[in-house]
């Protein structure tokens, strides 16, 4: 069980259901040991967002266009998911070899840049999380218009 949940095993089981379990159908502390936060945040998000599974309060510019977070997309185009947003603010997509007129991939001297792969396990990029949980109301009609294009 993750340390930061605050939740506190009882020896007797709790036979009623909070509020918030009939709201959303289950108690917070399952919520937030699934996500590693705390039981405050899942009740914050519910104040701020109106539902525990919203995560943001709206989506990063790469989770607008494409559907998928600037890790996931450095992962498919095997690039540093900061080339893949200076890419999407530059040109307005991740794949335009074509429409670069500076190369963001290669330092002066000519050696491929951040290609040794250390992005990939840094919790800074590994963290980052889309801002909808699939348990969201709303998360099959966000994906859905992406899967259109």
């Not at 939740?7 to 919520?31: D, N, V």
């Not at 991939?105 to 990029?125: A, E, F, M, V």
């Not at 709303?138 to 992406?146: D, G, H, L, M």
């Amino acid at each position: 069980m993750p340390k930061k949940t605050g939740f506190i095993k009882t020896h007797r089981p709790m036979f009623a259901k909070s509020k918030f379990e009939q709201r959303w159908g289950e108690p917070a502390y399952k919520i937030a040991q699934r996500e590693d936060v705390s039981i405050t945040s899942i009740h914050m998000r519910v104040r701020n967002y109106g539902s525990p599974y919203q995560r943001k309060a709206k989506p990063s510019l790469a989770e607008e266009l494409t559907g998928k977070t600037f890790y996931e997309l450095g992962i498919e185009y095997e690039m540093h998911p900061f080339t893949a947003y200076q890419r999407l603010t530059k040109y307005g997509k991740v794949d335009c070899e074509a429409e670069m007129t500076d190369n963001f991939t290669k330092t002066k001297s000519g050696h491929p840049l951040w290609n040794d792969g250390s992005w990939k396990t840094d919790s800074k990029y590994t963290r980052e999380r889309p801002w909808l949980m699939p348990e969201h109301h709303n998360y099959a009609e966000f994906k859905a218009q992406f899967e259109e294009k």
